[in-house]
């Protein structure tokens, strides 16, 4: 990895490929460590809620794309899924289904 300069060009490329994404993730997991850490949440859900809100704001970027919106959105739709949290966003996906179930 030291003597090989493509080995940090292949990494530098796929760095720069996939930037929304990654910028997404790390925004709303960020902001839901700094969201749990305010409401005076342990360690441990810090961590599970940071994860899982970056897991789901990298999951946003393709439906984004899907709806021809700007790759920049992607930052702030990470961040308001950090702000929002999980079990909100749980929340809002069982009533979204539920109607849809119904309507079928």
């Known amino acids: 990895m030291k003597e090989d300069p493509s080995f940090w060009a292949a990494l530098l490329a796929w760095l720069s490929l996939h930037q929304p994404q990654i910028y997404a993730g790390l ?12 409401g005076g949440g342990g360690r441990r859900q810090m961590m599970l809620e940071g994860a899982l809100c970056g897991l789901i704001a990298v999951s946003l970027v393709p439906v984004l794309e899907y709806l ?5 959105l992607a930052t702030f739709a990470g961040c308001m899924v950090g702000f929002m949290g999980v ?4 929340d809002y996906a069982d009533r979204w289904l539920g109607r849809k179930a119904d309507q079928a």
Do not use: Q
């Not at 925004?27 to 305010?38: F, P």
């Not at 021809?68 to 920049?72: E, G, K, V």
């Not at 079990?87 to 749980?90: A, D, L, V």
């Open 87 to 90: 079990e909100k966003i749980r």
């Open 27 to 38: 925004t709303a997991g960020l902001t839901a460590l700094v969201r749990v850490i305010y």
């Open 68 to 72: 021809s919106l700007p790759s920049n």
